[in-house]
Structure formats: C-alpha cells, structure tokens
C-alpha cells in the first residue's frame, strides 16, 4: 500500500489549497479513505472522511462547509479542497486508509496559513 500526498503549501488566511493523495496498491474504489492533521504540539486529529462510492462524507466540525473530500476512483485518488482558510488549519496533512485490518499513512503535507 502507497499513499502518496500532494505538496501542500502557504496560504493567506481566507485562502484556498487543495491537496491529493495518490493511492496504490489495494483496490481504492473498495476503501474509506480519510484525511488527518497534526498541528504542532497537537494529537492527530481527523479532519474528513469518505466512503468507498464517495456517497457519504463526514467531517470534523472546526472544517465543516469550508473542507471538501471528495475522491475519482478511476484515478485512485483522494482530494481535500481547503477553503476560507484559518491560522489554526496551519499543520501536516496526512492520507489515511485501514487495509487488511492496518492503518496505512502517507508521508504528509505541511499547510501553513499565515499572513
């Protein structure tokens, strides 16, 4: 299993950014996949989560009607688009799916919002 996430970026507050994650190795359009963050000093926390159709999505209230996940899977991909950015969205992003009872993660993307 390959997780490969999309670079991140800076952005000014207010702003927008949109990540990918390429995955490989399991059969994607079978697979939950989620999006995590860990900001500095911070657990990891899960920010966005989507079913395997893409039918359902869930989010972490502080993202909620500014995230986006959303998934092609003819192209094995995950995305995020992140709008109306804050400073506390400032942090790594992580790709995340459990496969055959293990959690798999990608190297993750620095998000920094800042003025």
């Known amino acids: 299993v390959q997780l490969v996430e999309s670079e991140g970026g800076l952005s000014q507050p207010g702003g927008s950014l949109r990540l990918s994650c390429a995955a490989s190795?399991?059969?994607?359009?079978?697979?939950?996949m989620k999006w995590y963050r860990q900001a500095p000093g911070k657990e990891r926390e899960l920010v966005a989560h989507?079913?395997?159709?893409?039918?359902?999505?869930i989010y972490t209230d502080s993202v909620k009607g500014r995230f986006t996940i959303s998934r092609d899977n003819a192209k094995n991909t995950v995305y995020l688009q992140m709008n109306s950015l804050k400073a506390e969205d400032t942090a790594m992003y992580y790709c995340?799916?459990?496969?055959?009872?293990?959690?798999?993660w990608g190297k993750g993307t620095l998000v920094t919002v800042s003025s």
């Open positions: 995340n799916v459990r496969y055959a009872g293990m959690q798999y």
């Open positions: 190795g399991f059969t994607f359009s079978s697979y939950v």
């Open positions: 989507i079913t395997s159709a893409g039918g359902s999505t």
